[in-house]
């Protein structure tokens, strides 16, 4: 009997390098109308809310699986942390 050997999986890059999907443009302004449609909460209508509506909408689908939405939910955790240090800079020169 001959072993089956699946065929290699193709791997995902980890994004260590620039591979074109992590673009540092500030992502787009949703509506206040989206935000209201997406019941999302005023704590979380900022510059980032425009990646936030498709997080949830894919973490609600997969069931909050927590191995699944990972690029959404990466894109959206490093638009919080730009977010966060163009306050610090802000903090920072008002010193």
């Known amino acids: 009997a001959a072993l089956l050997i699946?065929?290699?999986r193709?791997?995902?890059?980890m994004g260590g390098g620039?591979?074109?999907?992590?673009?540092?443009?500030?992502?787009?302004q949703a509506s206040q109308a989206a935000m209201y449609d997406a019941k999302l909460d005023v704590a979380y209508r900022d510059q980032c809310?425009?990646?936030?509506?498709?997080?949830?909408?894919?973490?609600?689908e997969t069931m909050y699986a927590p191995?699944?939405?990972?690029?959404?939910?990466?894109t959206?955790?490093?638009?919080?942390y730009i977010e966060f240090q163009k306050?610090?800079?802000?903090?920072?020169?008002?010193?």
């Not at 193709?10 to 890059?13: A, G, N």
């Open 87 to 95: 306050r610090v800079a802000a903090l920072n020169q008002s010193k």
């Open 76 to 80: 959206y955790e490093k638009c919080q």
């Open 10 to 13: 193709k791997l995902r890059s």
């Open 49 to 60: 809310a425009a990646l936030l509506i498709p997080l949830n909408k894919c973490r609600y």
């Open 67 to 74: 191995w699944e939405c990972g690029h959404e939910r990466h």
């Open 18 to 28: 620039n591979d074109g999907h992590h673009d540092e443009a500030r992502p787009k």
């Open 6 to 8: 699946p065929p290699p």
